[in-house]
């Protein structure tokens, strides 16, 4: 196995090692910081193990990728880090806090595989729902509605009800509700896995000009190779039974502002082979 | 020319004739060689002195009329003038006193009433707006009462086995304080309390056993239990126990009602998605938000669904409650003595109040659902 890029290298082996460079270095600078991260569910049979001594570092302002096979533990690593599912053992910290802290304290939005719209609701009377409970004025939830729409492009679709729109425009709202909360961690599980190829491009691309716009940190499930490439600073390559991380791969190569032309660079195949490589032998070691 | 490249399926047959009226004037024409009736002992023809052949002319007029119009809708209209002329003429035959049970003319003739009718329902029933939700139903009804009133009143059928709708009507009429008095005592005081107390009740416990595990375990076995007691057999003892009032009659209703509204509740609580859960969760909304903002809403086709069922088995419980003692008023109370003194058309005029209030009840408990849950797949885009 050759690496294209040795600072690659580095990188992946300081992240498998446990972080404790980037954990000593400038502690406001991580946002999320998982140790030896191990989660089990009891079943009938015998128990499944999601997550095995997952170590994983994500600094402020990164779009971190978790890609892998299914059942690699890539979406259950993301509910760990948003206290929807609580690890068996290990340690993990969320700007300083406790997942659940960092939950109460409504310090992440989270994009859901589906868009998971309440039908009952209007379009914007969905994104103004994580504000209403929060207790924010309604005017002031109104004000913020609007400016999320039309940050996802779907101003004038206030009214409508989300089963009047297409499945894109429906993730596209989910998206503005869990930009509303205004949060600096935004936890995205495969949003765009159900839509056709053509909006997958089209969202991919106003996902990294928003990431560029707003300086959140992202942390994004994929099964998608290219997708991972096009919108990531770091790609992290998992493998199922039991669920770890394989590789850590950074795309300093790719600048940071994304079009869609980068994906016929060759930096970016060099990138989408190694994350190929990755995921082989993933699957190697399984056969 | 132009026809066949406009529609080139069109045959020259079917253009040239409408079959379907064809078959429909035939057996009409074959009627007009059977006798209408009796009268004073004689066996009277279509053109045997009566105003048949009047009616006969309007109804050809109809139509005639209905045939040429041009658009097909219009013609529609103008054929079920056509139709009500045609059941219009036993009722006058009737009036003159004649004696309908041996005129297989007159029969014959309305069968092929009936049959443009259903012509006709066939047209307006395509058409879009009020024409199809609240004319075509309207039409269906009335046709059933004229039907109802000529078949009984023709065939001469005892008023004790079935009385026509006319004379309910008048029974109707001419007991209204006493009816007013009975839907009173009955549906305002029994059902709407008695509807109010175990629905709510119901819901209430449905709320609690969703928060505590070991009630809904215990609780559901009991409600197949309640479900399985006649209502003859607890309301003698609703009566013992809580007087020959409202109270009674609530309390047989609750017992009716609280069981298909605790499973209706329940089940429409666990009706959420986990994602939707989730997606609560991670706004920290505690248990209170999520039943309010999410769960509830939810279950709102459920609440709907219990509600509705248990609109007509209040009614039913607290008639049949009625029979059991009561104060000297009411529907169930009217019922049990009417009968017994054969004063039926009382007794078909208090069926009639029921019918009336039941569907009413139940179809303003759709109405709010359609109001309310507009958003649910089964309802939208009606």
Redesign the interface.
């Known amino acids: 196995m050759t690496f294209p890029n040795p600072l690659d290298v580095r990188e992946a082996t300081a992240s498998r090692q446990g972080s404790d460079r980037a954990a000593s270095s400038a502690k406001s600078s991580v946002v999320v910081e998982a140790r030896k991260l191990s989660l089990v569910y009891p079943t009938a049979d015998k128990p499944v193990t999601a997550l095995s001594e997952v170590d994983l570092t994500i600094a402020r302002g990164d779009f971190v990728s978790l890609i892998g096979p299914s059942g690699c533990g890539k979406t259950t690593l993301l509910r760990v880090i948003?206290?929807?599912e609580r690890p068996t053992s290990g340690h993990i910290v969320i700007e300083g806090m406790t997942p659940e802290q960092a939950?109460?304290?409504?310090l992440?939005?989270?994009v859901?595989?589906?868009p998971?719209l309440?039908?009952?609701r209007t379009v914007e009377r969905n994104v103004m729902?994580?504000l209403?409970?929060?207790g924010i004025a309604r005017a002031e939830r109104q004000a913020r509605a609007r400016e999320q729409l039309e940050r996802v492009g779907l101003s004038g679709f206030e009214r409508k009800?989300p089963?009047q729109l297409s499945g894109g425009m429906q993730q596209r709202v989910s998206i503005a509700r869990a930009l509303a909360?205004q949060p600096d961690l935004l936890l995205m599980d495969e949003p765009f896995g159900a839509l056709d190829e053509i909006t997958r491009d089209h969202l991919n691309l106003h996902l990294t000009q928003l990431w560029r716009a707003t300086g959140k940190t992202c942390v994004f499930v994929t099964h998608s190779i290219a997708e991972a490439v096009f919108l990531s600073t770091r790609i992290v390559v998992m493998s199922p039974r039991p669920g770890r991380i394989l590789d850590v791969i950074d795309c300093d190569s790719l600048p940071r502002e994304r079009k869609l032309e980068i994906r016929e660079s060759p930096e970016f195949a060099a990138i989408a082979h190694r994350v190929r490589e990755g995921l082989k032998e993933g699957h190697s070691y399984d056969d | 020319m132009s026809d066949l490249v406009t529609n080139p399926y069109r045959t020259s047959l079917r253009s040239a004739a409408d079959w379907g009226l064809v078959a429909i004037a035939l057996p009409a024409l074959a009627a007009l060689a059977l006798p209408l009736g009796v009268q004073n002992g004689a066996v009277l023809g279509w053109f045997g002195g009566s105003m048949a052949p009047l009616f006969l002319i309007g109804v050809v007029l109809a139509v005639v009329a209905g045939a040429s119009a041009p658009k097909r809708v219009w013609g529609a209209w103008a054929e079920l003038a056509g139709v009500a002329l045609a059941w219009l003429l036993p009722l006058h035959l009737l009036n003159e006193g004649l004696d309908l049970s041996a005129g297989w003319g007159l029969w014959l003739f309305l069968v092929a009433a009936t049959l443009l009718l259903w012509r006709v329902m066939g047209v307006l029933a395509g058409m879009p707006g009020w024409t199809r939700s609240v004319v075509v139903p309207g039409l269906f009804g009335l046709g059933l009462l004229v039907g109802w009133e000529v078949l009984v009143r023709g065939f001469q059928v005892p008023a004790i086995l079935l009385p026509p709708p006319s004379r309910i009507a008048a029974a109707l009429a001419a007991n209204a304080p006493v009816l007013w008095d009975d839907f009173r005592q009955t549906v305002l005081t029994s059902v709407l309390r008695g509807y109010v107390m175990g629905c709510g009740a119901g819901f209430m416990v449905a709320i609690l056993a969703d928060r505590v595990p070991f009630l809904a375990r215990g609780l559901l076995p009991l409600g197949n239990l309640a479900s399985a007691i006649p209502v003859v057999g607890i309301a003698p003892i609703m009566v013992m126990w809580f007087g020959f009032d409202w109270q009674s009659k609530a309390a047989v209703i609750v017992v009716m009602t609280f069981f298909p509204m605790l499973i209706n509740t329940l089940a429409g609580l666990g009706n959420s998605e986990r994602i939707q859960l989730d997606l609560m969760r991670s706004y920290a909304a505690g248990y209170g938000r999520t039943l309010v903002k999410l769960r509830l809403p939810n279950a709102l086709p459920f609440l709907f669904n219990g509600l509705k069922i248990n609109s007509t088995l209040a009614l039913i419980g607290a008639i049949v409650a009625e029979f059991f003692g009561t104060p000297v008023v009411g529907m169930g109370f009217r019922i049990s003595t009417e009968v017994a003194r054969m004063n039926l058309d009382i007794v078909w005029a208090t069926i009639a109040v029921a019918a009336l209030t039941g569907s009413g009840f139940y179809g303003a408990l759709a109405v709010l659902e359609r109001v309310t849950t507009a958003w649910h797949p089964s309802m939208r885009q009606r």
């Open positions: 948003a206290d929807l939950r109460l304290k409504r992440y939005g989270y859901f595989q589906a998971a309440y039908p009952w729902l994580p209403e409970i929060m009800f089963w909360l």
